[in-house]
């Protein structure tokens, strides 16, 4: 957990495309590099680099940017702890659903227990004390 990385490093600027997009934060950068718009923008500077240089030099600036800030670690990171997310929010639900239920079930049992002894209170009071004092 303890690395050197810090994320306000990273310059938080698309150069890949047209409009050079500026982020807030690095949530947003990686969202914009997962997006469609700025994947087919890769994908066409990567067939006009075949021939046009200037769109190779473009995107030779993208890739080291990208290398430089890891940024394929961090989306990797960023998608497992999206998918561990939501596996704990299921197994959450689960669980609080299973609490609830038992809850029900033991409070339905108290309220049982508790209606079935007040009839028999009055009847076994005195048995019970009798064992009581025996016991003691
Ligand atoms: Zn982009």
Known sequence: MSRPFKPSAIPLRCTLCPKEPIFSDISHLLTHISSKGHLSHKFKLQIRGQTDPHARIELERYEIWYADNNLDELLAERLAS???KSTIKRMRTTSKAVC???????VGTKIANVSRVGSKTKAKGEDLNARGTNQA
């Not at 609830?100 to 033991?106: A, G, K, M, V, Y």
């Open 100 to 106: 609830i239920s038992h809850i029900f079930l033991h």
């Open 82 to 84: 999206k998918e561990s």
